[in-house]
């Protein structure tokens, strides 16, 4: 009896893209089942797109297919679903052939779903939109282990071959490169919490921030190596700057302080209530943490840097929240707004149950559809009930948050009197979610927008 197929097929949609990623997927799990290559059939499209091209327009997929009918194949090695198929209807027919022929098939993309024999389970993978979201977010995230972009201690060389093939390798950039080099020997051989800070604000200087060098120290894309769900993965197409010995030597070595580290960083922030926006660009204020020095917001985006000290904006937010409260006489607006919260939920349940009736009419369209002669229809029915569906959990994240603030506005109901009186801590921190819009920081002062309990506060400090 003739010895069936082991099958890796692989493609990309457009000539931009490349077949580096998928080829490292598949080759670590032959390697891992003791695979040769030459005993494997590769088949690779390129430059075909799935969206565009159905099964039969898709050379080496449709030769892959009548393999399989042919009771040729054992197993086929995939990246991802979305390689053999983008819709219901041809997962449908892919995965009725592989199980009627009795066909192994490994995802190899990390985090893939494994392959379900359950037609009907296998088939549900392939019926909503965001699986292909998620299967793009994996590829990427594959692709950027192994070929990242401008990276420090590297210059990245592009080459294209008369085959047309974009060729990609990381050559050490001698300025840089030693200095990683040095900071990994260096960090090797610290003993003390002392030496670990002085190391990190020393090559934070040089490199961009202390949280910059703990990325650096924890890559080992400096060994020429990624970490894949199979282990390491070697990456012929990087010069090493460091060994993997050594990388694994700090590993060793930051475990023994990182976690200390992350603790007083998460201390830090502990102490944040709230957070601030640019009174400049309108964005949110970025948090500092540098070692050894008091913790701050800042922003510079195409402007002149703002800042502002963590313990001096608390210190401010405090102020105003206890002038606020002295002006505030809650009563007039409880029950105005009970009632305005009851009038919005309303709403929202109307709309819910109506796009529930919506769902329900197109799943009974969708079921009734042809899969043979109606693509089209259903591909529309498919988004109208994605769609549907999308409006329904924003709905019910509005009711959700609808709650949150009918708890809050009990919450406040029997802080305010008390705390007027006698404020703790904990009362504080509550009010200042409640009753704070939001913070801008200028620079020459604070701007302070209150939720419309009392008069606006603005220019404070």
């Not at 120290?217 to 050594?246: M, S, W």
Request: net charge neutral.
């Amino acid at each position: 009896m003739q010895k069936k197929l082991v099958v890796v097929y692989t493609r990309v949609s457009s000539g931009s893209q490349n077949l580096r990623e998928q080829r490292a997927a598949a080759k670590n799990v032959l390697e891992m089942r003791n695979i040769n290559e030459d005993d494997v059939l590769f088949l690779e499209d390129f430059n075909v797109s799935a969206t565009k091209n159905d099964m039969k327009n898709r050379p080496e997929f449709y030769r892959l297919l009548r393999l399989v009918s042919e009771d040729k194949v054992a197993t086929i090695i995939i990246y991802a679903r979305d390689r053999a198929y983008r819709n219901f209807y041809e997962g449908s027919q892919f995965n009725d052939l592989v199980n009627l022929h009795n066909v192994e098939v490994v995802y190899t993309a990390s985090n893939s779903i494994p392959f379900h024999k359950n037609s009907s389970i296998e088939s549900f993978y392939g019926i909503f939109a965001q699986q292909e979201g998620k299967n793009i977010g994996r590829r990427t995230d594959d692709a950027r282990k192994r070929y990242p972009g401008e990276t420090i201690g590297y210059q990245r060389i592009e080459q294209k071959p008369s085959d047309g093939k974009k060729k990609v390798n990381f050559i050490r950039d001698d300025d840089r490169s030693h200095m990683i080099k040095s900071l990994f020997e260096e960090f090797s051989r610290i003993q003390t919490k002392t030496e670990f800070v002085d190391i990190l604000c020393t090559h934070g200087k040089k490199l961009s921030g202390h949280a910059k060098v703990m990325k650096i120290l924890q890559r080992p894309f400096y060994a020429a190596h990624c970490i894949t769900d199979y282990g390491y993965d070697e990456l012929n197409h990087v010069e090493p700057i460091i060994t993997l010995e050594l990388f694994e030597k700090v590993q060793v070595t930051l475990q023994k302080f990182v976690q200390e580290y992350e603790d007083e960083v998460a201390r830090v922030k502990e102490r944040i209530i709230f957070q601030p926006i640019c009174g400049i660009c309108n964005n949110e204020m970025k948090f500092k943490k540098m070692l050894n020095k008091p913790s701050y917001f800042v922003c510079s985006q195409r402007h002149k840097q703002i800042a502002i000290e963590l313990d001096k904006l608390n210190q401010f937010i405090e102020e105003t929240i206890l002038k606020e409260i002295n002006s505030f006489t809650l009563s007039l607006y409880e029950p105005m707004f009970r009632t305005h919260l009851k009038g919005v939920q309303d709403k929202l349940l109307h709309q819910k149950q109506h796009n529930k009736h919506l769902w329900e009419k197109s799943l009974l369209l969708l079921a009734s559809t042809d899969l043979i002669h109606s693509g089209t229809v259903r591909k529309n029915s498919e988004s109208k009930i994605q769609h549907i569906e999308d409006k329904i959990d924003t709905i019910d994240q509005e009711l959700v948050e609808l709650r949150s603030l009918e708890n809050k506005m009990t919450s406040i109901t029997s802080i305010v009197p008390r705390a007027i009186r006698n404020l703790t801590r904990s009362d504080l921190e509550i009010l200042i979610e409640l009753l704070i819009k939001d913070i801008n920081i200028h620079q020459d002062c604070l701007e302070f927008n209150m939720y419309s309990f009392a008069s606006d506060q603005k220019g404070v400090g």
